[in-house]
DNA sequence: CTCTCGCGGCTAACGCCGTTAGCCTCTATT
DNA sequence: AATAGAGGCTAACGGCGTTAGCCGCGAGAG
């Protein structure tokens, strides 16, 4: 193993274990045994540490993405990654400055995993992309009161999505409206 | 107008032209023509601060928020408040720690009013909550490739809650679901 | 076997940050 | 006229990311 793939996991413990907050340069390189300076020979500076961390990240969660054949499923695993990683997932939303560092590939494959629950419906994908993202995000910053029911919460969002749809496939028969598939779709994550 | 005022005054007005990253005690404190220590006088420290702009933009959101009568008109004036507003927006949303300092009455005045929009079920009221801050947040990350046509994407997200609604309400006549009003409901902003 | 070169450590330091301690002056009140 | 406090000031602390420059040690070349 690399000093620098070393680095990134005493990194990524440090993060989920202690927060962002205790996530620096000194306390990395006390962790590793080491002075500050010294993780320069390895690593260019926070912010690559950082994308490395979005990028271990997000391939986990696009590959628990793309195996999911429906919506509620789709939907509870963003969720449960979410819950489980929470300032992983905070690090990847908080700082898309950092995405030009992120290979292109890994964000399309959750993207096309939604793309293809909604039968190429771009507006749709991206609403409950949205949808997800948002709910998760107010989450985990506790935005809901204590004593509401979060899975109730999503249950009702996956469903009004998924009754919507049907409605709408019953009602465009024959020539459809401008849902076509455009663009690749949009990146995912975050 | 106090000298804290002013002090809140410039630092509104710093995060919204420069930035999160300008907004410093020392920049404050040069554009007021004094020290940065000079700045207890007025404010217990930049939390203080924070919690005040966020208090401001935040009284803003919810008074404009409180005079719809439906859902599109909400999720636009939400829309359009956040796009005009990305810092605070930002701000309000990435720093839930300092809401112990919110004075409680400004968070419910939205969230009422996104309650009575959606007669009183909670599930749904929360799910459309996080689908538009989700949307916005997603859309301020620029996390959707350059073409994407965001309003189509909002009008979706809109459409979809509205007919979802109506399929509902026609299908649960007589006795209703486990929708009733709960709790007094969830805070708004975000 | 020796010489060299560079990897990977080190210390010192810079300029920023929020914040505290302690002093002084000026104004308004008694 | 005396006094208290409001509101400035300077100096400083500990922390941050980062740079400059030095050095020992081990591997590979001659």
Same mark, same amino acid.
């Not at 999911?68 to 789709?74: H, K, M, N, P, Q």
């Not at 994908?125 to 949205?130: H, L, P, Y």
């Given at each position: 193993?690399?000093?620098r793939e070393q680095i990134i996991d005493v990194a990524q413990r440090l993060l989920e274990a202690e927060g962002p907050e205790s996530l620096t340069m000194r306390r990395l390189a006390d962790e590793l045994g080491i002075q500050a300076p010294s993780l320069y020979k390895h690593?260019?500076?926070k912010p690559e540490i950082e994308a490395a961390?979005?990028?271990r990240a997000l391939r986990r969660l696009a590959e628990a993405l793309a195996?999911?054949?429906?919506?509620?499923?789709?939907?509870?695993v963003y969720r449960r990654w979410a819950l489980a990683h929470p300032r992983l997932y905070e690090l990847s939303t908080r700082q898309p400055l950092a995405r030009d560092r992120l290979?292109?590939?890994?964000?399309t494959e959750a993207a096309a995993a939604l793309l293809r629950l909604t039968a190429g419906d771009l507006p749709t994908? *991206?609403?409950?992309? $949205?949808m997800a993202?948002?709910?998760v995000d107010l989450e985990l910053a506790g935005r809901f009161p204590p004593g509401a029911d979060l899975d109730a919460v999503w249950e009702r969002a996956v469903a009004t999505f998924a009754t919507a749809s049907a409605t709408r496939a019953r009602h465009a028969s024959g020539v459809g409206? *401008?849902?076509?598939? $455009?663009a690749p779709g949009g990146r995912a994550s975050g």
């Open positions: 193993m690399s000093r690593v260019s500076g961390l979005q990028q195996r999911t054949s429906d919506l509620a499923t789709l939907a509870a290979e292109p590939g890994v964000e994908a *991206r609403a409950i992309w $949205g993202h948002g709910l409206g *401008r849902t076509g598939p $455009g």
